[in-house]
């Protein structure tokens, strides 16, 4: 299904998003810590909303988090670079198979950057779909996540560390 009058946008950190927030399933601490922070007046200069989202009419359909890590704390990517870390997908039922979820992830690939994601297991195929792989598993790094990246061309996968004997 071809979705071409439909826009990704940054969302605004104001009170309307956060009502909007509330009818997606995976609402929780990370929103309502950000919108206290903004209530308390300790938000700081730089922090720009990681949400993005896509309105139909007035309803918020689909949303993610998306946010730039430094290279300092890449252990995914070879060579060690800044990648984006992608979460908090989600479309709500009513709209989902209509490329919503798609339209989302391909707004974060055009920054041809690497992407992590740490998907609920029962949507990896989806992001195998979107072209995700499972990183290759290391215990230390991911003990209790499920992480899925994809790389832009020239981008490859950190090798593991050798396994201690
Ligand atoms: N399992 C397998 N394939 C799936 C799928 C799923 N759960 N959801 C979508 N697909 C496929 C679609 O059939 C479509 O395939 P096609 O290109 O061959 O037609 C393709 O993936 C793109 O689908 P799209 O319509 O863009 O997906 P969506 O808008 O329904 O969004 C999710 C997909 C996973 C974001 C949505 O189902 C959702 O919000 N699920 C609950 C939360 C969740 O699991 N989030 C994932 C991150 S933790």
Redesign the pocket.
């Known amino acids: 299904m071809h979705l071409k009058n439909v826009k990704v946008e940054r969302l605004l950190i104001n009170y309307k998003t956060l009502e909007d927030f509330k009818q997606f ?2 609402y929780g601490n990370q929103e309502i810590s950000m919108f206290e922070d903004l209530q308390n007046e300790i938000v700081e200069n730089d922090s720009e909303s990681p949400f993005y989202g896509i309105y139909f009419g007035n309803t918020l359909v ?1 949303r993610m988090s998306l946010y730039k890590r430094s290279k300092k704390y890449d252990h995914y990517f070879n060579p060690p670079q800044d990648y984006l870390v992608l ?5 709500l039922p009513d ?9 989302m992830v391909d707004f974060a690939k055009q920054y041809q950057l690497p992407i992590k ?1 740490n ?2 297991n ?2 990896n ?2 992001w195998e ?1 979107m072209g995700f792989e499972a990183a290759s598993y290391n215990l230390e790094r991911d003990f209790g996540e499920n992480p899925h990246i994809w790389m832009p061309d020239g981008v490859r996968e950190a090798l593991q560390p050798p396994e201690s004997i």
């Open positions: 399933q995976a689909a979460w908090k997908l989600e479309v709209y989902r198979n209509r490329g919503y979820g798609k339209k994601t998907p609920f029962e949507s195929e989806f779909k």
